[in-house]
């Protein structure tokens, strides 16, 4: 025998020994105890198997009182805390002295040095309009007016987009409607309009802003001017606006970024800690034109003096007394924008607290909010941020007083700079993915927690869906509002072809996003929200000086029982995802789902598919959605008739209901996009806050016949319909039984 031989020789044998000595030591054990059992293994077999405790929810209900709320909001939105400022640092250190003061097992802490963008309080920018001889003839306010006391703070960022280019520019103006793609097209393609070398100016609403500039860019424009219309912020009447009511008034400016990129612009891919290489700022993806809000009794000042045609139908806002004009400007006037923005590496702080599984410490429950404010943040995100203090109060003093402990471990996180671009939920889960994507369960996002009052919200991937019927199904809505907070979300946002709520699919514009998109960890995302048929755009206030805690604690929620109804939602959500012995996760509502969605693919690109020669079918995609929607449906009958006394045979199913999610992950990304992974659910290209299933093929299908290529364009969308296919099938194999690699099916 070789000397390598014997030593393996001797490995084995020693291992051998020690084998039978545990066996022997257990029997002896088994036989010493008068009971024939260890007693503490034998708890510990027992609280493995044991269902969760339902006598929590009534505790966590009980518990959660709206005083607390209102205190809470009440001390976030004392001053402005920007990303990146130190009053942004002053509130993470607060949210980590409560979470260290609630009993959580821990909290932390974690900064990244990330490139946020800043306007120069010394030198405004400004919207001018010239006469042809250069003088001034108008420009625009620096600041928005104080219309109620302490509504204006030193510390306070006056009105600017983040990331605009810093830069002045002369030209026409034209305007641009929502500037969509639709919009341009309609002006180009109908209207006989160029919008090249001009300023247009477009009005807020229907998509995210970043894209409003990215259009104005690819469409030719030097310069956009974004304003928020009467007809989408003030419904009622500009008189009857703040301080009075929650509508916008004329001095009111949104802020907001216009960046398209998601994360740190120099580290794309990877964390902002100190010692990672930055590519330099004029490599970023950053907006190539300047941009800058300005509020609508400004913008009336530029329409008005807007000549040409009639604009069509749709496109006229509300401004009183105005008549709206595709432009250019009357007079051989010019508008002048000035943009003095500037761009600086700043520390951002996350703050992480836990509550320790007593089970499955390994698997994480995830529970967030961010915690910036483009001032004083009432509504987005304090409001979610104060329901979120209340929750881990209240599961804190449950784990302290020894009445509960979650089978998993709760996760709380409080991100920074979420305004800039998701920057503490992308930098956090680019550090810490591969833990994340070995142990997380589940992501639950509320931002702005309180954004309306007319009824519960949410979307979700498909999977969570149960859990959010079953949740809202246990909790009281308001009492002005009476019942079940699931009734009455059924009653307000029904769907004719189901007897559930309205659930949309995931977009972005929060925190979810790298959750689902980078690394695929199932997400919902839910709020108390308005009205939809009132026609407004967001909330009016929406990242505006008024945002204040006047607007919420005098005229929005009084009360604060609609943050208290979130609140319990979040609770209930939270301990059935964190106790349930089997996890509450449905995969045949991912089946249905993504068929509904394949249906509607067929309705708007089937035929022009059909026509290619040879043609380009859906034949693979609906064998493989047929195929998944079998395995889930198998799972959950396995499940159901599983020995639900073996915690090893629990571990692996739940492990096939976790991991799911991972499968929708393509680590090349979405075509044109490597930062959107997900197959399934991501945002749309054309704006990032809506939610578009298979977006990948909706983008390679979108007005196809007048790209540069067409012919290489259906190439494209032939290879990509095959990695959708793929992806289905691969998805169906990690739900069927644990021999499928060994199985001929």
């Known amino acids: 025998m070789a000397v390598g031989d014997c030593s393996r020789f001797v490995v084995v044998v020693s291992v051998s020994v020690g084998v039978v000595c545990v066996v022997l030591g257990f029997v002896i054990g088994w036989v010493a105890s008068p009971s024939g059992v260890d007693d503490d293994a034998y708890n510990r077999w027992v609280d493995a198997l044991s269902e969760e405790n339902d006598d929590v929810t009534r505790m966590i209900l009980e518990e959660m009182k709206t005083e607390n709320i209102k205190n809470y909001l009440q001390h976030l939105t004392s001053q402005p805390h920007l990303g990146g400022t130190e009053e942004e640092k002053e509130t993470a250190e607060y949210?980590?002295?409560?979470?260290?003061?609630?009993?959580?097992?821990?909290?932390?802490?974690?900064?990244?040095?990330?490139?946020?963008?800043?306007?120069?309080k010394e030198q405004p920018n400004f919207v001018y309009i010239l006469a042809e001889d250069g003088t001034q003839v108008f420009r625009s306010a620096a600041e928005e007016a104080e219309l109620e006391h302490g509504d204006r703070h030193p510390k306070a960022a006056p009105p600017f987009n983040a990331y605009a280019k810093a830069a002045t520019v002369e030209g026409d103006l034209v305007y641009v409607n929502y500037g969509r793609v639709e919009d341009f097209q309609k002006l180009e393609r109908e209207l006989g309009m160029n919008v090249t070398g001009k300023i247009v100016i477009a009005r807020y609403g229907k998509i995210f802003r970043g894209n409003k500039a990215s259009?104005?860019?690819?469409?030719?424009?030097?310069?956009?001017?974004?304003?928020?219309?009467?007809?989408?912020?003030?419904?009622?009447?500009?008189?009857?606006?703040?301080?009075?009511?929650?509508?916008?008034?004329?001095?009111?400016?949104?802020?907001?970024?216009?960046?398209?990129?998601?994360?740190?612009?120099?580290?794309?891919?990877?964390?902002?800690?100190?010692?990672?290489?930055?590519?330099?700022?004029?490599?970023?993806?950053?907006?190539?034109?300047?941009?800058?809000?300005?509020?609508?009794?400004?913008?009336?000042?530029?329409?008005?003096?807007?000549?040409?045609?009639?604009?069509?139908?749709?496109?006229?806002?509300?401004?009183?007394?105005?008549?709206?004009?595709?432009?250019?400007?009357?007079?051989?006037?010019?508008?002048?924008?000035?943009?003095?923005?500037?761009?600086?590496?700043?520390?951002?702080?996350?703050?992480?607290?836990m509550i320790k599984g007593s089970i499955e410490p390994d698997r994480y429950v995830i529970l967030g909010?961010?915690?910036?404010?483009?001032?004083?943040?009432?509504?987005?995100?304090?409001?979610?941020?104060?329901?979120?203090?209340?929750?881990?109060?209240?599961?804190?003093?449950?784990?302290?007083?020894?009445?509960?402990?979650?089978?998993?471990?709760?996760l709380f996180i409080s991100w920074g700079a979420e305004e800039y671009g998701l920057m503490g939920s992308y930098e956090w889960v680019e550090e810490f993915g591969k833990i994340l994507t070995e142990r997380a369960v589940v992501y639950i996002n509320c931002d702005n927690g309180v954004s309306g009052t007319y009824s519960f919200v949410a979307r979700s991937t498909p999977n969570m869906f149960n859990v959010l019927y079953e949740a809202t199904s246990k909790i009281p809505d308001a009492p002005e509002k009476g019942g079940l907070v699931y009734d009455n979300w059924k009653a307000n946002f029904p769907v004719s072809s189901s007897d559930r709520p309205r659930t949309p699919d995931l977009g972005s514009g929060s925190d979810f996003r790298p959750f689902i998109g980078l690394i695929g960890i199932p997400a919902i995302d839910f709020s108390y929200y308005m009205d939809p048929e009132d026609g407004l755009a967001s909330y009016p206030l929406y990242h505006s000086m008024y945002e204040t805690f006047h607007l919420m604690s005098a005229i929005m929620d009084p009360t604060f029982e609609f943050h208290l109804v979130i609140g319990r939602v979040w609770g209930e959500m939270t301990r059935m995802l964190a106790d349930r012995l089997i996890l509450p996760i449905n995969c045949t509502d991912y089946a249905e789902r993504m068929k509904e969605s394949v249906?509607?693919?067929?309705?708007?690109?089937?035929?022009?598919?059909?026509?290619?020669?040879?043609?380009?079918?859906?034949?693979?995609?609906?064998?493989?959605?047929?195929?998944?929607?079998?395995?889930?449906?198998?799972?959950?009958?396995?499940?159901?008739?599983?020995?639900?006394?073996?915690?090893?045979?629990?571990?692996?199913?739940?492990?096939?209901?976790?991991?799911?999610?991972?499968?929708?992950?393509?680590?090349?990304?979405?075509?044109?996009?490597?930062?959107?992974?997900?197959?399934?659910?991501?945002?749309?290209?054309?704006?990032?806050?809506?939610?578009?299933?298979?977006?990948?093929?909706?983008?390679?299908?979108?007005?196809?016949?007048?790209?540069?290529?067409?012919?290489?364009?259906?190439?494209?969308?032939?290879?990509?319909?095959?990695?959708?296919?793929?992806?289905?099938?691969?998805?169906?194999?990690?739900?069927?039984?644990?021999?499928?690699?060994?199985?001929?099916?």
């Open 599 to 745: 249906q509607v693919l067929k309705e708007d690109f089937e035929s022009e598919m059909l026509a290619r020669s040879p043609p380009i079918t859906f034949d693979a995609i609906d064998s493989n959605l047929e195929r998944f929607a079998m395995a889930a449906e198998n799972l959950h009958q396995r499940i159901h008739a599983m020995d639900k006394t073996d915690p090893f045979a629990i571990r692996a199913v739940n492990d096939q209901l976790m991991f799911l999610e991972r499968a929708f992950i393509d680590p090349m990304g979405l075509p044109g996009r490597p930062r959107e992974r997900h197959v399934v659910f991501a945002p749309s290209s054309k704006n990032q806050y809506a939610g578009v299933a298979f977006s990948g093929i909706v983008d390679l299908m979108f007005d196809i016949e007048n790209v540069a290529d067409p012919e290489s364009q259906w190439k494209e969308v032939e290879r990509y319909m095959s990695i959708v296919a793929f992806t289905l099938d691969s998805a169906a194999t990690t739900l069927m039984d644990l021999d499928v690699l060994a199985n001929d099916e």
């Open 369 to 410: 909010n961010h915690r910036d404010a483009w001032v004083f943040g009432a509504c987005d995100p304090s409001s979610g941020t104060s329901i979120m203090l209340e929750l881990s109060r209240t599961l804190g003093k449950l784990v302290k007083e020894g009445k509960w402990r979650p089978r998993r471990s709760i």
């Open 215 to 353: 259009h104005a860019f690819s469409h030719g424009a030097i310069g956009l001017v974004l304003y928020s219309d009467p007809a989408d912020y003030a419904i009622d009447n500009v008189t009857n606006v703040y301080p009075d009511t929650w509508f916008l008034p004329g001095t009111g400016v949104q802020r907001g970024n216009v960046i398209t990129v998601k994360g740190d612009p120099l580290t794309q891919g990877y964390p902002a800690k100190e010692y990672m290489y930055r590519h330099p700022e004029e490599e970023a993806i950053l907006p190539d034109i300047p941009v800058q809000p300005i509020g609508y009794d400004d913008a009336k000042k530029l329409l008005e003096r807007l000549s040409g045609a009639d604009v069509p139908g749709g496109w006229a806002g509300k401004i009183p007394g105005l008549k709206y004009k595709l432009g250019g400007l009357e007079n051989n006037l010019k508008v002048k924008l000035e943009v003095n923005n500037y761009n600086e590496i700043r520390p951002v702080h996350n703050v992480v607290g």
């Open 95 to 120: 949210v980590n002295s409560l979470w260290q003061e609630q009993g959580l097992d821990s909290s932390r802490i974690i900064k990244y040095d990330i490139l946020l963008s800043y306007p120069r």
